[in-house]
């Protein structure tokens, strides 16, 4: 894939894998756009340690960051309340998984229905017009016969391609 002047939105988490993914697109020669989805309301409260989740009010110290990230690249940042849409998605299927005795993976909820699904959607109906979406999202890829394939990352520990 070379750039030829397209468009890769990254969904920037704050994180150190996010923001190499924007960094490194960037220096390739993609037009690169930040995206970031605001999903903690504080409706419920939670004590968070030096070492925050994703869900919590540790969110505005990522968006700052991202926002940060996002001026020393020169780069267009959005950032999308989809609050109402994680509490419906992913915290109520935790809720019910968890009361039938199951134990729920709200990352894999999360991941495919917010971040490949409504951050992508809010984006384009914003008229943010990209051609690929990145992510942060530890994992290796292999073309073969004119196709890409999801294979897991080199180190096992690190592997996110469930996530995929």
Do not use: W
């Not at 709200?106 to 017009?129: S, Y």
Request: net charge negative; hydrophobic share 35%.
């Amino acid at each position: 894939m070379t750039p030829q002047k397209k468009t890769v939105a990254v969904g920037l988490s704050g994180g150190v894998d996010s923001s190499l993914v924007a960094a490194l697109l960037k220096h390739q020669g993609y037009n690169v756009i930040g995206l970031t989805m605001e999903i903690y309301d504080g409706a419920i409260k939670i004590q968070e340690t030096e070492k925050h989740a994703c869900y919590g009010p540790g969110e505005e110290e990522d968006i700052e960051l991202s926002t940060e990230l996002c001026k020393k690249l020169d780069i267009p940042y959005h950032v999308f309340d989809l609050a109402k849409e994680y509490e419906a998605t992913v915290l109520d299927y935790f809720k019910a998984e968890y009361l039938v005795g199951r134990t729920p993976n709200p990352c894999v909820v999360c991941n495919h229905a917010l971040k490949f699904g409504f951050l992508v959607d809010r984006a384009k109906e914003a008229g943010i017009e990209f051609d690929y979406f990145a992510t942060g999202h530890y994992a290796q890829t292999e073309e073969k016969d004119g196709k890409v394939y999801l294979k897991k990352a080199k180190d096992s520990t690190k592997d996110q391609t469930y996530f995929l």
